[in-house]
């Protein structure tokens, strides 16, 4: 009965307060087959969507990776795990600090605007950034960014994907695509206003975090009619 609510939920997808209950249920199911891969793997994606648990989904999945041959997959959701739970210790150690566009002259793009990745070719909406990479040291060699001409001494910039996923990019793989869509991903309206046609409008918390990138935005995207129409959004 168990296996069943498992498959039907895998199906028919769950609602937040259902994909609760599909967790017991995986969780039961895995004290009696605990090396069920099709389950563990859908485990990991339920844990990675509520943010939860995060050690114990890089733990079966390096499992996983022993007797499971999709690798790219298993690879992708280890990715997906550690930057959630670098993500959360970031938050943890400290307070989020206001970026000042005048202290960081190298971040090229801001928050709110919609980008395209060089070489993997996804679409993704910038939610926040670093001046330098704060990603831990074996997150860059399992990464690549050691190989990147810049390496970890350039802005990297949160992502929300249109996949569904948050990603952390380096500012040389990202570019402003000739046609911009609207990214079809559960975050954004934790973090946006709205969308304004050619970019997101930050939400008031985003805003104070960054006071300086709706100035880059409108600069970058050369809109002064942009930038009277977004003021009018959140003033509303």
Not at 67 to 91: I, P, T, W
Not at 124 to 141: F, L, M, P, T, V
Request: hydrophobic share 35%.
């Amino acid at each position: 009965m168990t296996r069943n609510l498992i498959i039907i939920g895998r199906q028919q997808g769950f609602g937040q307060g259902q994909l609760l209950g599909l967790r017991n249920a995986m969780e039961l199911y895995l004290v009696i087959s605990p090396d069920d891969a099709e389950v563990l793997m859908l485990q990991a994606r339920v844990n990675l969507h509520l943010n939860v648990d995060l050690t114990d989904v890089i733990d079966n999945l390096q499992r996983t990776e022993s007797f499971d041959n999709r690798q790219a997959l298993v690879a992708h959701l280890l990715e997906e795990a550690r930057r959630q739970m670098l993500n959360y210790e970031s938050e943890k150690k400290e307070k989020r600090k206001v970026k000042q566009r005048s202290d960081n002259p190298n971040v090229a793009f801001a928050v709110g605007m919609v980008m395209r990745h060089r070489r993997y070719n996804y679409m993704c909406a910038i939610y926040g950034w670093d001046s330098k990479c704060q990603a831990s040291q074996e997150w860059i060699y399992q990464m690549g960014v050691n190989h990147l001409p810049k390496k970890d001494k350039q802005p990297f910039y949160n992502v929300l994907v249109d996949d569904g996923s948050n990603r952390y990019a380096a500012q040389e793989n990202l570019e402003i695509p000739d046609s911009v869509p609207e990214i079809a991903h559960p975050e954004v309206g934790k973090y946006f206003h709205e969308f304004a046609g050619k970019h997101y409008i930050p939400n008031n918390e985003k805003l104070s975090e960054y006071p300086g990138d709706m100035e880059i935005v409108h600069k970058l995207l050369n809109s002064d009619r942009e930038e009277a129409t977004d003021m009018e959004a959140l003033s509303s």
